[in-house]
């Protein structure tokens, strides 16, 4: 008798409309038509190439000292000063231009790290816990009800407070407390399609429940959660930002948002602008992100029949 391996397994037909990877291209070509969502990629790609390409092509040091130009305003407010510095200088002459790009860009970083390692953690135990059931569910489903207890707040304080507060400590305690609602809404797709057709004709092939989760069920994940990453971006962003505020951040003088903010609220009375910058800069990503993922959202509730 001949035996068939998982690489002589043709492909099990699965309806277009249970597709994950073609629905989320539908929602993506959806959102692509929206003038919102193109209105938001725009500020965000104008962002991402000003603070990748500015302070390399400026040449200026956002660590840089300067105790002759310190404090001098935006030439904007009338100020008899130079455009080598467009939004002005920080208390130790340092310019506010190039240091809210920098800052910008490890934001962008841990932000966008944060999500990815939230996905690859939620989603991993959310399918296997929606396929598997039994013992494997219930054990997986109380560890997200143990995490889910613990505000991420208070966790990444804790964790950060007794530790050094780098850049991968900081994405790891974030990924780490914010997983669980990738799990879950991972775990309700898979337990759905776990009884369907091709699943089962996958298995009467020999196909090993790791190949079925990863080339069937996984796909099947995109739709629900595309949305929820993109939006989730723009959260970790502000959580970043908290952390560096109270100092449990990137330490100086490496530039962030948060602690840029925090150095700048000394001087809000006679030096605006170094508290205002960044949180512009801020607002204008969080705001274009927030578009994108709107934009997203109202797309898969098109697709799915929800209301638009």
């Keep these: 008798m001949m035996s068939v391996t998982e690489t002589d397994i043709p492909a099990v037909p699965v309806p277009a409309t249970q597709r994950g990877a073609s629905v989320a291209r539908r929602i993506w ?14 500020i965000f790609i104008v962002l991402v190439l000003a603070a990748l390409l500015y302070p390399e092509l400026s040449g200026i040091d956002p660590t ?25 200088t920080d208390q130790i002459g340092r310019d506010m231009l ?19 390692v939230m996905l690859i953690i939620g989603c991993s135990l959310g399918t296997i816990a929606g396929y598997y059931g039994g013992r494997v569910d219930m054990v997986i489903m109380r560890l997200t009800d143990a995490q889910l207890s613990i505000p991420m707040i208070i966790l990444a304080i804790t964790v950060l407070g007794v530790s050094r507060p780098t850049i991968p400590a900081i994405i790891l305690v974030l990924g780490l407390s914010s997983w669980p609602v990738y799990a879950r809404v991972t775990r309700s797709v898979v337990m759905t399609e776990r009884k369907r057709e091709y699943v089962r004709a996958a298995e009467i092939y020999g196909a090993s429940d790791f190949r079925i989760m990863v080339r069937l069920l996984a796909p099947l994940v995109l739709p629900p959660i595309i949305f929820v990453s993109v939006l989730d971006v723009a959260r970790m962003m502000i959580f970043e930002s908290i952390l560096g505020f109270i100092g449990l951040g990137v330490q100086p003088p490496t530039p962030t948002f948060g602690n840029i903010i925090a150095d700048g609220r000394k001087y809000l009375l006679n030096a605006w602008w170094i508290a205002t910058m960044p949180g512009v800069f801020l607002c204008l990503c969080l705001t274009s992100i927030n578009l994108m993922g709107a934009s997203l959202e109202r797309a898969r509730n098109r697709i799915y029949g929800g209301k638009s």
């Excluded at 070509?29 to 725009?42: D, K, M, P, T, V």
């Excluded at 840089?64 to 455009?83: C, D, I, N, Q, Y």
């Excluded at 910008?104 to 990815?116: C, D, F, K, N, Q």
């Design 64 to 88: 840089k000292m300067s105790v002759a130009t310190r404090l001098h305003a935006p030439p904007f407010m009338g100020e008899k000063w130079s455009w080598t510095a467009p939004l002005g």
């Design 98 to 116: 190039v240091r809210s790009l920098v800052g910008l860009r490890y934001s962008l970083l841990i932000g966008l790290s944060t999500v990815l």
């Design 29 to 42: 070509r959806i959102a692509l038509a929206s003038n919102e969502f193109r209105f938001g990629a725009a």
